[in-house]
Structure formats: structure tokens, C-alpha cells
């Protein structure tokens, strides 16, 4: 098993090493679907953070009297009693937009980020670390659904959060806020990320590599490729 | 003809993949073979007509009469885990050699959100039976066509030259975004 990591650091893996939706390809369908505008993004990061972080409270609190054989309906029994909270809940206080979330809401339910949280971390970890971990992961997911939903937004009317950004001669990509714009402007968001880390992982490789190595002679290592 | 535009509105205009967004996750992990790829997309039809029987049995025979439609999610994911479950040992009893292809993703079909999507949909839309029915084998024809045009373009991937860090999902994601471009073309074909 790893090493603990110190509470902070499991907020902060959440939000970006481990990020839900660019790292672990965890919840797409919301994430895409939703991110219409970056108010829809939010809203549905909410919900999730919601059901993540409580539904992971109970289920490390149980995890020594829940058997194994039985873990993964349990789980989603209680994931799904919080989502049916958060679903009332939205109808009741938020009832336009959870009119525009429409059955994304309920889906929640069968959110893999959420079972995958409790089956790899809450049935393993104390209460307080398995809470801190949902609220880390929720964060990542919060930011993921942000940027995807403002990028989406921004380009494909013009305005984020309702305000007009872009100026009147610019023509909204009506493709944006259709299906295929979620999958393109996703799958470009996540090329251009990997770009980056793998730039800097190789960056970081080679200040290693020149630290420890001196160069020895001009004459290559490898010779032996008859 | 009310039926065959709910089969077609389900399985091509409202792709459940391309333009719902539900069942990302097998889409995208499991459309690497188009053997896999189709045997998935049954596997999951099987399961989706099951579903949309089974729960609309439920919800109208057991959960409306008694005011309890607030336990529908509670209810409608216990019946999908359980059917899911039942498909797998079917499986393994038939064919080893797709169970040991589908692998993981079998018992993530539970947490396909098009099955469950499926479920809430027929609710949503008021369906009545026979409706939900037909529906459902649409939605599943549909996953089953996304899933299998996807892995043969993945196939031929594999030989073309993509950028290193837009290899896997990245990459997928793009070509799910150019096939739900070209499912837009029969937006205007039915309206339901």
C-alpha cells in the first residue's frame, strides 16, 4: 500500500494529479451533457460534491459492517437515497434549473466517479480522510465542469454566467452547445493537457538526467547493436 | 407507425451516445475491437429491454398505486444491478471467451447511465408499455450501432499516425465529436 499522504495533499490530489474528468476519465456523461453553460457546469458539480461527500461519509462510517459480497449494492442504494435528497431538494428550491438539468440530476446515481470514490477509497480509509478525498474530488470535478461549460459557453453564445463577454460581431459557434461541440471541445481540452504534462514531465526528466549524469566520453554507450 | 418513429427517434435522431451522452464510459472503454464492441452493445440491448419492462412494471404497477414515485431511483437501479447481474452469470455459463473479452466492463453496465437513463426517460416521456418497449430496443439498437461504428473507426486508428499525448481518450473523444456531427444530419427526419 502507499505511504499516507498528509490531509492536505489528499484535498489537493483531487484537483488536478487526479483530476476526475481530464485525469480518470470518471463521469463523463454529466460531464458532458450538462456543460452547456458554465452556471449548468456548477450547479451539477454541486450536486455531485453533495452526494460524494455524504454518501462517502456513511459508507466509511459502515465500511466494517457492510460485507464484501454485498458492498456495491449497498453503496448504491445509499448514493442513490442522497441523489433522491438532492433531486427534492433542487425541485423544490432551484425549479428552472433543475428543470434544465432534467434526468442528469437523477443520473447522478450511477455517476462512476462517485462508486468508484467509495470502492477504491471510503471502504479503505477513516470518515475524516474519505470526507476530505469526496471534497477534493468534487473540487476537481467542479473546476473540470467549470472550464468545460465557460469554454463552451463563451464560444457558443457569446456570454459566461449570463454575461456578455464577447463582443456583438462575433458569431457564436452554434456547434458549441450542440452534442458534438461537448465531445470536441473535451477531447481537445484533454490533448492539450497531456501535451503540457508530458512537455513538463520531460522537462523535469531531463533536469534529472543532467544533474546525475555527467557526460563521460563522446563515445555512445550502446554499442552493442550488431 | 407511432411505434416505428419512437424506434427510430431512439436509435438514430436521439442517438442515446451522440446526442444524450448517456453509456460515455463503455463507448469510450470498451469500442477498442469490433467483436467486443458489438457483443457489448447486445449485452446492453438485452439488459435495456429488460429494464424498460421490468420497470415500467414497477413504476406503474407498484409505485404510482402506493404515492411512492420519489423511491423510483432507489428502486429502478436495485432491478438494473440485478439484471446485470443475472446477464453476467448467463454469460460466463455460455461463452468464456466474451466474458473474459467484456471483462470490467460488465458489471459497469449497472452504472451505465443509459440504462438507468433508459428507465427515467420512459417515465419522463410517459410511455405506455408497449412504447417503453420498443423504446428501449431502439435506445439499445442505438448504443449498439454508436459503439460498433466507433470501434471500426478505432481499428483503423490504430495504423494512423496520432499525436502521442492524443492517444486513447483524447482522440476518441474527437472522432465521438465528428460521428455525433454526422448523426446531426438526421436531425430533421422525425420529430418526437
Known amino acids: ?100 438539468l432534467g434526468p442528469y440530476i437523477p443520473l447522478i446515481v450511477v455517476n462512476c466517479l462517485i462508486l468508484g470514490r467509495q470502492e477504491a ?26 472550464v468545460l461549460g465557460g469554454i463552451r459557453e463563451i464560444l457558443g453564445s457569446r456570454t459566461i454566467l449570463g454575461l456578455q463577454v464577447l463582443p456583438d460581431f462575433y458569431e457564436p459557434w452554434l456547434i458549441m452547445i450542440l452534442p458534438a461541440g461537448a465531445f470536441l471541445t473535451l477531447g481537445f481540452l484533454m490533448g492539450f493537457l497531456n501535451t503540457y504534462t508530458e512537455r513538463k514531465k520531460r522537462l523535469e526528466r531531463e533536469a534529472i538526467l543532467k544533474k546525475h549524469i555527467k557526460p ?10 550488431a | 407507425m407511432e411505434l416505428i418513429l419512437i424506434f427510430f427517434s431512439a436509435a438514430i435522431v436521439n442517438n442515446f451516445v451522440l446526442a444524450y451522452f448517456l453509456g460515455i464510459c463503455p463507448f469510450i472503454g470498451v469500442s477498442g475491437k469490433i467483436s467486443s464492441a458489438f457483443s457489448m452493445g447486445l449485452a446492453t440491448t438485452f439488459v435495456m429491454v429488460i429494464t424498460s419492462i421490468v420497470t415500467w412494471l414497477i413504476y406503474h404497477l407498484i409505485l404510482v398505486p402506493n404515492g411512492l414515485e420519489f423511491l423510483q431511483y432507489v428502486s429502478f437501479i436495485l432491478v438494473i444491478a440485478s439484471l446485470v447481474q443475472f446477464v453476467e452469470m448467463f454469460i460466463k455459463k455460455v461463452s468464456q471467451p466474451l466474458y473474459r473479452a467484456l ?13 438507468l437513463g433508459l428507465a427515467l426517460f420512459i417515465v419522463l416521456k410517459e410511455y405506455t408499455f408497449i412504447q417503453g418497449i420498443v423504446y428501449g430496443v431502439g435506445a439499445g439498437a442505438g448504443f449498439t450501432l454508436a459503439i460498433t461504428i466507433m470501434a471500426g473507426i478505432r481499428e483503423e486508428l490504430d495504423l494512423a499516425d496520432v499525436p502521442k499525448p492524443f492517444k486513447g ?11 455525433a456531427l454526422a448523426f446531426m444530419g438526421f436531425a430533421g427526419l422525425i420529430s418526437v
Do not use: H
Request: aromatic share 8%; glycine share 4%.
Open chain 1, 1 to 100: 500500500m502507499k505511504t499516507k499522504l498528509t490531509l492536505s495533499k489528499e484535498y489537493i490530489k483531487g484537483l488536478w494529479e487526479n483530476n476526475p474528468v481530464f485525469k480518470q476519465v470518471l463521469g463523463m456523461c454529466p460531464a458532458l451533457a450538462v456543460t452547456v453553460s458554465a452556471l449548468n457546469g456548477i450547479a451539477m458539480a454541486l450536486a455531485t460534491t453533495f452526494v460524494l461527500v455524504f454518501s462517502s461519509l456513511i459508507i466509511s462510517t459502515f465500511r466494517k459492517l457492510i460485507p464484501s459480497q454485498v458492498r456495491i449494492a449497498a453503496y448504491i442504494l445509499i448514493i442513490a437515497t442522497f441523489v433522491t435528497l438532492v433531486d427534492l431538494i433542487m425541485k423544490a428550491q432551484f425549479p428552472s434549473l433543475s428543470k434544465e
Open chain 1, 121 to 146: 477509497f471510503s471502504s479503505k480509509n477513516t470518515v475524516f480522510r474519505s470526507v476530505v478525498d469526496a471534497l477534493g474530488m468534487g473540487t476537481g470535478f467542479l473546476i473540470a465542469l467549470f
Open chain 1, 216 to 225: 563521460i566520453s563522446d563515445t555512445p554507450i550502446n554499442t552493442v547493436e
Open chain 2, 103 to 115: 471483462g470490467i466492463f460488465l458489471p459497469l453496465i449497472t452504472t451505465n447511465c443509459a440504462i
Open chain 2, 169 to 179: 481518450a483524447p482522440i476518441t473523444l474527437l472522432v465521438a465529436g465528428i460521428l
